[in-house]
């Protein structure tokens, strides 16, 4: 029976293609610096990439980015039918199936990510502008699902900021006066 | 500049591949009439058909009928890397991929689609069951998608079916009583 | 700063309005088993429950179910404006937020969780039934909601079979021959 | 039967309410111009005004800025059961049932508005800003619908855009050349 592609196959496919494709771990988690570093005292690279990855474990964001890396891939190598081959190529603005993979990243921790999700998609930080640089291969997919990559970790290291804060015994709030 | 693709080639595309497929216009009315006949009297085959082809002249529900079925047809041709390949081809319960492109569909017409498409996927109505048949070829999206093209002319039609009540001068309702 | 609402006392209430709303635990479960009988063998209620509380943990499904059951209250008390309150006190056929509320749930646990979301949705299953005979208050957003909690929950358990599954070191599948 | 709210009455009382909360269609013209102009030439206010109106007579965004008014509108009287009514009134980080509707309203003209609606989101463009200053009242959903309607209204201006392209006979598109 083939419903039984093994877990592990998925997520090691996951990371060598965003690999292959220019991506690192470490362009990520700019982005997530860039994204909360005002909300987030102290916040690391290690504890950006330490979210990253667990996005990355989540199925759901192994099976969007497979997806669209793939229709990259074969966009790139003309493989495609036309006119989806030319619709993808040239990153049409009325193309928006790529934004529908990414939101599906985004939901899974919740919907304060999607102000972050469309506001780094939207000024192209840091390797989003690379990809989004039609000399560097089609990326259609992969610039607007690394955006969401990146909401979908702040948002967890938002929940998590939180959860810090209430753990502490003798919290510091603004509310503490002296 | 190669962001002019023509939306009439983008339509008539996704027209062309729907019946390559072999999904009729008449096999999703169908199932649209199978949904909404016990909420509007008199819903003949004609109104869905008529409803259908409006969903199918959005932009979004052409883009993601062309996205998912040339993913359908390159799993069909062995093209895909391994694992998607697999996962695709074996429609495995855990790609949700097909269900994220049809909600895009739904969508466009409203939350109220969502039920639907929900229960004509789950109980494999109509062509749905054909589609759903491995021996028939991989149709993993094209499933999905037909069910939410059903869901989201059924959520028009009950838009259209509330206006023309309201248009009808003496309207007669339950709470018209002598 | 009011910015700090502590998450124990939003998870409280969630349960708290639960049981006053006159869901408990057990009919979610209910809900769940019927979903994922079929797929899960040996699948058990203490399983289904604790993957509910899991669901309940969120607090993406907290902020969702502690707006849904406030309006359906605030209707039952006559306190919405017109006619916002006649909408939901109806349960009218074309309001969708309550169906928006409940995708924000189910999408927690991915795209997969759609399809099941819709069919007991439609089916109206178990609680859903008497969530929805208007003799028993008004429970326009709630029935959709515990439909959702029900579909996450089942998707959370659809996940971990494949997890465990995969983790046995002498895993018997179909394929698995003499 | 009352699942016969007279369409005109929802729509009259979407106006009434965006005015009566200081929103007025020309400040959210504003933000259309702003997300558009780079894009449409001569996109003219008047232009932003009907693609807005147009927004404004869908059922699912009427449902989501009578829901969502109210909402706000019950905070401020402090008629909200804790601690619903601190999240609310505090515009909780982690609270994302405003994000959640305004994506309802985005959707209706498909996934090309996300990355303008998360955009306008952070950056608090125009009347934005206002809404988001705690001292004119509780706007926690009102911010974020205003965005989506413009996000919504800025992806039917572009569809629009490529269709009268299309429709002029003789289109002067940079790959004309002599």
Redesign the interface.
Known sequence: ??????????RQ?TYE?LALRGVSLEDIADIVLFLQKD?VPDLSTDICLESIEAVLN???VQ??L??GI??D??AEQH??????Q??I?????????D??????IV??Y???G??????V???KYGILAELNDKRNGVHTFLDDLVGAVAAAASSRI??RH??D??DTPRQV???DGP
Do not use: C, W
């Open positions: 029976m083939t419903d039984h592609v093994h877990s592990g196959l998925v496919k293609l909300y989540k199925r759901e099976n969007a497979l997806t793939q229709l891939m074969l493989q495609l039918l036309s006119p989806l030319e619709i190529e040239a990153d049409e603005s009325l193309y928006g199936v934004e529908v993979l990414s939101l599906a939901n899974i919740g919907s304060i999607f102000t972050n999700f469309g506001y998609d939207k000024i938002a929940h939180r959860r804060m209430e709030t603004e509310s």
